[in-house]
C-alpha cells in the first residue's frame, strides 16, 4: 500500500489564500483528488485529476501538483470554506488512499 | 437527480456481521463503480474498497480482505458491504460512492453502525 501526507491543520484570515499540501510517491503516477467534507456531511468533491474543478465548486478552488506532490489552493477564502479537506489518489492496482485529512480553519 | 441512499443505522454485538445496502437511481447502475468508505469519530476517511457493478469483480483494501464482501443486484439498483468479525473498532459512519471520471462524485448519505456488547 501507499501513503498520502497532509498537515493536520491550516489557518486563514478571510480573502488570504489557503494552500494544503498533499505528499506521496504514487501522485508521481497517478491522478490526485480532493474533498471537503463539513461536520456532519459526506465528502464532495472539489478538484479532479489533479487541476480539473467539477461544475458547480467555485473557481476560488484550484489544484496544481509537481512530482510527488499537490497542492490545493483557495483563493479569496471565505467563512464557508471552513472544512476539512482530504487528498486522494490511487495505485495502478485499483487500490484508493485517502490523506489524513486537514482541518482548514477561517480565523 | 444522480443519488445515492443508504440504509438506516445499524447497532451490533462484537462477533456480528453487518450489510448496509446503498439504493443507486438518476444514472445506470452499471455503468460506474461503487467504492465504500468509513470514517470513524473524529477520524480521517478510510477506503475499504470498490465494486464493479456490471460485473461484479470487487478489489477491498489490505486490511479489510477476508472480512468485507461488496456485492450487488442490479435489479433494484443495490449496492452492499457487509462486514463480519466486527468488533468496537469498527464503529464509524459507512458511505457509498459513485466513481466516474471526476472521482467519487456521489455519496451516500452514511450509515452509523455501532458496535458495542
Known amino acids: 500500500s501507499f501513503e498520502l501526507t497532509q498537515p493536520p491543520s491550516v489557518s486563514v484570515s478571510p480573502g488570504q489564500t489557503a494552500r494544503i499540501t498533499c505528499s506521496g510517491d504514487?501522485?508521481?503516477?497517478?491522478?490526485a483528488y480532493w474533498y471537503q467534507q463539513k461536520p456532519g456531511q459526506a465528502p464532495v468533491v472539489v478538484i479532479f485529476?489533479?487541476?480539473e474543478r467539477p461544475s458547480g465548486i467555485p473557481e476560488r478552488f484550484s489544484g496544481s501538483g509537481s512530482g510527488t506532490e499537490v497542492t490545493l489552493t483557495i483563493s479569496g477564502v471565505q467563512a464557508e470554506d471552513e472544512a476539512d479537506y482530504y487528498c486522494?489518489?490511487?495505485?495502478?492496482?485499483?487500490?484508493?488512499?485517502f490523506g489524513g485529512g486537514t482541518k482548514l480553519t477561517v480565523l | 437527480q444522480v443519488q445515492l441512499v443508504q440504509s438506516g443505522a445499524e447497532v451490533k454485538k462484537p462477533g456480528a456481521s453487518v450489510k448496509v445496502s446503498c439504493v443507486a437511481s438518476?444514472?445506470?447502475?452499471?455503468?460506474?463503480?461503487i467504492n465504500w468508505v468509513r470514517q470513524a469519530s473524529g477520524q480521517g476517511l478510510e477506503w475499504m474498497g470498490w465494486?464493479?457493478?456490471?460485473?461484479?469483480?470487487?478489489g477491498y483494501a489490505q486490511k479489510f480482505q477476508g472480512r468485507v464482501t461488496m456485492t450487488r443486484d442490479t435489479s433494484i439498483t443495490t449496492a452492499y458491504m457487509e462486514l463480519s468479525s466486527l468488533r468496537s473498532a469498527d464503529t464509524a459512519v459507512y458511505y457509498c460512492?459513485?466513481?466516474?471520471?471526476?472521482?467519487?462524485?456521489?455519496w451516500g448519505q452514511g450509515t452509523t453502525v455501532t458496535v458495542s456488547s
Open positions: 460512492a459513485r466513481t466516474t471520471n471526476s472521482g467519487m462524485d456521489v
Open positions: 438518476g444514472y445506470t447502475f452499471t455503468s460506474d463503480h
Open positions: 465494486m464493479n457493478p456490471d460485473t461484479g469483480k470487487t
Open positions: 504514487a501522485l508521481a503516477l497517478q491522478f
Open positions: 485529476k489533479d487541476t
Open positions: 486522494q489518489s490511487s495505485d495502478s492496482s485499483g487500490t484508493w488512499v
